[in-house]
Nanobody, 116 residues
């Protein structure tokens, strides 16, 4: 059974940093791309960042380029999202995502709140 479990969210002041983690299980982690999405209140869920199975290519939303970094550790079956220079508009629930054998899998989400 595929499971994605996020952690690392919380309350941070503008300009601060957080690192989100997504622990994956139940599938061959090394063969699937992984992504982070976020959803702010009243808004649609949007793609934040993605990384290939090999970890050699990444993609970012324009709004987070230069501030966020996605990475993966195959030895720990974990994908990370390092978030720096956080802004109030980054406030959202952040979700880990993968597609395995054509089926979409989401984590339960972790809340990130950027506020002074």
């Amino acid at each position: 059974q595929v499971q994605l479990v996020e952690s690392g969210g919380g309350l941070v002041q503008p300009g601060g940093s957080l690192r989100l983690s997504c622990a994956a299980s139940g599938f061959t982690f090394s063969t699937d791309a992984m992504s982070w999405y976020r959803q702010a209140p009243g808004k649609e869920r949007e793609l934040v960042a993605s990384i290939t199975s090999a970890g050699d290519r990444t993609n970012y939303a324009d709004s987070v380029k230069g501030r966020f970094t996605i990475s993966r550790d195959k030895s720990k079956n974990t994908v990370y999202l390092q978030m720096n220079s956080l802004k109030p508009e980054d406030t959202a629930v952040y979700y880990c995502y993968t597609k395995y054998w054509g089926v979409n899998y989401w984590g339960q989400g972790t809340q990130v709140t950027v506020s002074s």
